[in-house]
C-alpha cells in the first residue's frame, strides 16, 4: 500500500487532532475483525475496551465516536432528574466547546469555576463555588469534572486527589475529561491508573496526539458503562462493524503513545527556544502545548500569522500544539517563522492585539485571563 510520507499533519501546529492514520493503522483497519459492536460482537472492540480497562484500572470500558461523546454520556451517567450543576474549569471544553451538551442532554445548571491561580482549578475552588445541601432555590452540584490535561497543564496529583476525597464525601461524583490523560501520563510517568483511581469515569480520546483517525473512550463502573451503552445508542454512536475504527485506536495505544513522551520533551525544548526571542508562555508548557503571551511577549499575532504561511507552518492563533508527526525541519520553520514575525513586530506600529481569535470563553487561545 502506498502511503505519503510524510504525513501531511507534518507542519500543523494547529491542533494534535490534524494527525494522519500511519501505515500500520490503515493496514490494522484493513485486518480488523467485522462483528457487530452494537451487539456487542465485534472482537477488536471487547479487546480495545478489556486493554482501557486494564490501564485505567477502571471496571470497564465502552468505545465512543467521539471526546465529546463520551464526555456528554460520562457526565450523564451520574446525573438523574434535575436540578443539578456540574462543577467545571470555565475553559472546560465539557462547558465551552461542546455545544451547549450539558444544558441540553444532561438539563444541568453548570458552575464555571475560574481558578484563583489561574492555571488550573484547585480544591479551594471547589469549595468557594460548590453547592451543597437541599436549599430548593439551588442546584446542587452532583458531579465535579476535571480536564486533565487543561491547555497541556497537569493538575498536581495530589490536588486531584484532594478534590475526589471532598466530592465523595459530599455524595459528588468526579469526572475526568481525559481527552490527553495520556499526554499526563506521558509527561510525568504516573500510570494512567493512578490518575483514573480518583475518578468515577474517565473519557478519553484517540484521535488527539494519539493518532487514530476516529474516536474516544469511557471508562467506568460496569454499571455505569451499562447505562453508557444505552445512552450511547440513543444518540446514534451504536456502530456496526467498529473493530474498523478500534484497530486503529490498538495501534495507536501500542504505537504512538510511547513516543508522547518525546513529543512533550519537544514542546519545552521548542519553549526553551523561544524564550531565548523573548517569547513567553501564557500558562506553563507541562505537556505538548504552548500558549503564546503575545502581549508580553510583543508579539503581534498578525504578522506571526503571515510569517507562519511565509515560512510552510500552519498555526492559527496563539497556541502551538504538537505531535508525533511533526517533523524536526517544521520546527526550525515555526522558530523561523516566530523570530522573523518578533523583528517585525519590534519596527511595526506598537498593536501588540491579537488580531486572530476573539478571546474568552470559547476560545482555546487565551488560557490565562486571570493569571498575574
Ligand atoms: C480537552 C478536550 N476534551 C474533549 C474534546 C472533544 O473531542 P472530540 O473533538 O473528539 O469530540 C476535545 C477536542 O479537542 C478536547 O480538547
Same mark, same amino acid.
Given at each position: 500500500?502506498?502511503?505519503?510520507?510524510?504525513?501531511?499533519? +507534518?507542519?500543523? /501546529?494547529?491542533?494534535?487532532?490534524?494527525?494522519?492514520?500511519? #501505515?500500520?493503522?490503515?493496514?490494522?483497519?484493513?485486518?480488523?475483525?467485522? *462483528?457487530?459492536?452494537?451487539?456487542?460482537?465485534?472482537?477488536?472492540?471487547?479487546?480495545?475496551?478489556?486493554?482501557?480497562?486494564?490501564?485505567?484500572?477502571?471496571?470497564?470500558?465502552?468505545?465512543?465516536?467521539?471526546?465529546?461523546?463520551?464526555?456528554?454520556?460520562?457526565?450523564?451517567?451520574?446525573?438523574?432528574?434535575? #436540578?443539578?450543576?456540574?462543577?467545571?474549569?470555565?475553559?472546560?471544553?465539557?462547558? +465551552?466547546?461542546?455545544? &451547549?451538551? !450539558?444544558?441540553? !442532554?444532561?438539563? +444541568?445548571?453548570?458552575?464555571? $469555576?475560574?481558578?484563583?491561580?489561574?492555571? =488550573?482549578?484547585?480544591?479551594?475552588?471547589?469549595?468557594?463555588?460548590?453547592?451543597?445541601?437541599?436549599? $430548593?432555590?439551588? @442546584?446542587?452540584?452532583?458531579?465535579?469534572?476535571?480536564?486533565?490535561?487543561?491547555?497541556?497543564?497537569?493538575?498536581?496529583?495530589?490536588?486531584?486527589?484532594?478534590?475526589?476525597?471532598?466530592?465523595?464525601?459530599?455524595?459528588?461524583?468526579?469526572?475526568?475529561? *481525559?481527552?490527553?490523560?495520556?499526554?499526563?501520563?506521558?509527561?510525568?510517568?504516573?500510570?494512567?491508573?493512578?490518575?483514573?483511581? =480518583?475518578?468515577?469515569?474517565?473519557?478519553?480520546?484517540?484521535?488527539?496526539?494519539? *493518532?487514530?483517525?476516529?474516536?474516544?473512550?469511557?471508562?467506568?463502573?460496569?454499571?455505569?458503562?451499562?447505562? @453508557?451503552?444505552?445512552?450511547?445508542?440513543?444518540?446514534? *454512536? %451504536?456502530?456496526?462493524?467498529?473493530?474498523?475504527?478500534? &484497530?486503529?485506536?490498538?495501534?495507536?495505544?501500542?504505537?504512538?503513545?510511547?513516543?508522547?513522551?518525546?513529543?512533550?520533551?519537544?514542546?519545552?525544548? !521548542?519553549?526553551?527556544?523561544?524564550?531565548?526571542?523573548? $517569547?513567553?508562555?501564557?500558562?506553563?508548557?507541562?505537556?505538548? /502545548?504552548?500558549?503564546?503571551?503575545?502581549?508580553?511577549?510583543?508579539?503581534?499575532? %498578525?504578522? !506571526?500569522?503571515?510569517?507562519?504561511?511565509? /515560512?510552510?507552518?500552519?498555526?492559527?492563533?496563539?497556541?502551538? @500544539?504538537?505531535?508525533?508527526?511533526?517533523?524536526?525541519?517544521?520546527?526550525?520553520?515555526?522558530?523561523?517563522?516566530?523570530?522573523?514575525?518578533?523583528?517585525?513586530?519590534?519596527?511595526? #506600529?506598537?498593536? /501588540?492585539?491579537?488580531?486572530?481569535?476573539? &478571546?474568552? =470563553?470559547? &476560545?482555546?487561545?487565551?488560557?490565562?485571563?486571570? +493569571?498575574?
Amino acid at each position: 500500500m502506498s502511503y505519503p510520507k510524510p504525513s501531511s499533519a +507534518a507542519n500543523e /501546529f494547529r491542533s494534535d487532532t490534524f494527525t494522519t492514520p500511519t #501505515p500500520a493503522m490503515l493496514d490494522a483497519m484493513l485486518h480488523a475483525s467485522f *462483528g457487530d459492536d452494537v451487539y456487542g460482537e465485534d472482537r477488536t472492540t471487547i479487546d480495545f475496551q478489556d486493554q482501557i480497562s486494564r490501564l485505567t484500572g477502571m471496571e470497564d470500558a465502552i468505545f465512543m465516536l467521539s471526546g465529546t461523546m463520551g464526555n456528554q454520556i460520562g457526565v450523564r451517567i451520574h446525573l438523574d432528574q434535575p #436540578p443539578h450543576s456540574v462543577l467545571c474549569d470555565y475553559r472546560a471544553h465539557i462547558y +465551552a466547546q461542546e455545544g &451547549s451538551g !450539558l444544558a441540553v !442532554l444532561s438539563q +444541568a445548571m453548570v458552575i464555571p $469555576v475560574h481558578p484563583a491561580n489561574g492555571i =488550573y482549578m484547585t480544591l479551594e475552588d471547589v469549595k468557594k463555588w460548590v453547592v451543597l445541601g437541599d436549599d $430548593v432555590h439551588t @442546584a446542587p452540584t452532583k458531579v465535579i469534572s476535571l480536564e486533565v490535561t487543561i491547555g497541556g497543564v497537569l493538575t498536581p496529583m495530589e490536588e486531584i486527589r484532594k478534590i475526589s476525597e471532598f466530592a465523595s464525601s459530599h455524595n459528588i461524583k468526579v469526572h475526568c475529561d *481525559g481527552a490527553r490523560l495520556w499526554n499526563a501520563s506521558a509527561a510525568t510517568g504516573h500510570p494512567l491508573a493512578d490518575y483514573c483511581q =480518583y475518578f468515577d469515569s474517565v473519557s478519553m480520546c484517540v484521535s488527539k496526539g494519539l *493518532g487514530a483517525p476516529v474516536g474516544g473512550v469511557l471508562a467506568s463502573t460496569k454499571s455505569n458503562v451499562k447505562r @453508557a451503552r444505552w445512552l450511547r445508542k440513543q444518540l446514534g *454512536g %451504536g456502530v456496526r462493524q467498529a473493530g474498523v475504527l478500534t &484497530s486503529a485506536a490498538m495501534v495507536a495505544l501500542r504505537e504512538i503513545w510511547p513516543t508522547m513522551k518525546e513529543t512533550c520533551e519537544k514542546t519545552k525544548k !521548542l519553549g526553551r527556544d523561544l524564550a531565548i526571542l523573548g $517569547v513567553v508562555p501564557q500558562i506553563p508548557v507541562d505537556t505538548n /502545548f504552548f500558549f503564546i503571551d503575545a502581549a508580553r511577549s510583543k508579539l503581534d499575532m %498578525g504578522i !506571526l500569522l503571515e510569517q507562519c504561511a511565509k /515560512f510552510n507552518v500552519n498555526l492559527q492563533d496563539e497556541r502551538i @500544539a504538537l505531535h508525533h508527526q511533526i517533523t524536526e525541519e517544521a520546527i526550525e520553520n515555526l522558530k523561523s517563522a516566530i523570530a522573523a514575525a518578533v523583528e517585525i513586530t519590534r519596527d511595526s #506600529p506598537p498593536s /501588540f492585539v491579537s488580531k486572530v481569535r476573539p &478571546s474568552g =470563553y470559547g &476560545s482555546s487561545s487565551k488560557m490565562n485571563e486571570f +493569571a498575574i
